[in-house]
């Protein structure tokens, strides 16, 4: 992750001496459902569990929601109070440092940790586009939508008989 974030900013210094010069970065996402199915996402609807970086309220670099918006959609559809989750908080800093600390010893599982810090904590690797910055309409494709990610939310609750 460090080297794609040099790139970036490798990218932008050029674009800032060269105006000619231009370039694309498209984002993919994680395959949610498959992530949610398999426990590699932060909220298990099944488990009625939620692991909540930071404070939990700015969008992650999945949607354009925040986890503690995600976590209320999910107890909506499930029909339980949001208390009815068993809530942990970590702090994306701590897990992104412990990280870190696993690469150094050769535990690659560290990996991991950095990735679930810098996607959904709010440190200075959380990449949420600025919504002034995304491009969508230009390539014709749509923005993502509170409305959509409820929709998506209903639809994964009724097909997985939760």
Not at 28 to 36: G, I, K, R, V, Y
Not at 53 to 79: C, H, K
Not at 93 to 98: I, P, R, T
Not at 142 to 159: D, F, I, M, N
Request: glycine share 10%; with cysteine.
């Amino acid at each position: 992750m460090v080297a794609k974030k040099e790139t970036v900013d490798y990218l932008e210094e050029l674009t800032a001496k060269n105006p000619g010069f231009t370039w694309t970065g498209l984002a993919t996402n994680m395959w949610l459902d498959w992530a949610l199915d398999q426990g590699l996402f932060p909220i298990s609807p099944s488990a009625c569990t939620a692991t909540i970086y930071d404070s939990g309220n700015v969008p992650s670099r999945l949607f354009t929601i925040t986890m503690n918006q995600l976590l209320r959609l999910f107890a909506t559809e499930l029909g339980v109070k949001e208390e009815e989750f068993t809530v942990t908080r970590v702090k994306s800093a701590d897990l992104e440092k412990d990280g870190h600390e696993k690469l150094a010893k050769g535990d690659y599982m560290g990996g991991i940790n950095i990735l679930m810090a810098w996607s959904f904590g709010e440190g200075e690797y959380n990449a949420t586009v600025k919504e002034e910055d995304v491009a969508n309409g230009l390539l014709g494709l749509p923005r993502g939508t509170e409305k959509g990610v409820e929709e998506w939310a209903r639809e994964y609750v009724k097909s997985r008989g939760i």
